[in-house]
């Protein structure tokens, strides 16, 4: 096997009892590194050290993520225009703040004949935020409820 040392610095080509012994002495362990190698490599370290290392990188690495919600606004087909304008500017700060938006209008009643005034608003909210925003997802309709998704434009 191939062996590093403790510094970094190859060591050379030896036996496995030879690293072991190599690795006690210096008060260390020899890890198996690259197993899929010829010749395998082994590097002498402190493997719980080295453990720590690798867990503090994960950690690391998680906390750097940004994890994107999916936030509702839910309207009807009559909505008046005040209500619009405050369910429009929650949409605005959502999709500043990098979230997603899935805009649901749901139709109660007798409502649901009138298809088309739930797709008007569904277009006046998509042109309000054109400027900050796109459609994801076109507008679907799912039983007494038309949905569209907005994303954010990147940055």
């Known amino acids: 096997m191939r062996v590093i040392g403790d510094d970094g610095e190859q060591v050379g080509i030896m036996l496995t009892p030879d690293a072991l012994k190599m690795a006690m002495d210096a008060g260390l362990d020899l890890v198996e590194v690259s197993p899929n190698a010829r010749p395998p490599v082994c590097k002498i370290m402190d493997f719980g050290r080295f ?18 919600q999916i936030k509702e606004i ?63 997802q076109l507008p679907r309709s799912e039983g007494r409820t038309m949905s569209l998704l907005l994303a954010p434009l990147p940055k």
């Open 51 to 68: 453990k720590y290392q690798q867990q503090k990188k994960a950690q690391e690495a998680r906390k750097k993520t940004t994890v994107v």
């Open 74 to 136: 839910k309207v009807r087909p009559k909505t008046d225009d005040h209500d619009f304008n405050t369910k429009l500017k929650h949409t605005r700060r959502f999709l500043e703040n990098g979230d997603r938006v899935k805009v649901t209008v749901f139709f109660r009643g007798r409502e649901i004949v009138h298809k088309d005034r739930g797709m008007m608003v569904l277009e006046r909210m998509v042109e309000a935020v054109k400027d900050i925003a796109k459609v994801d």
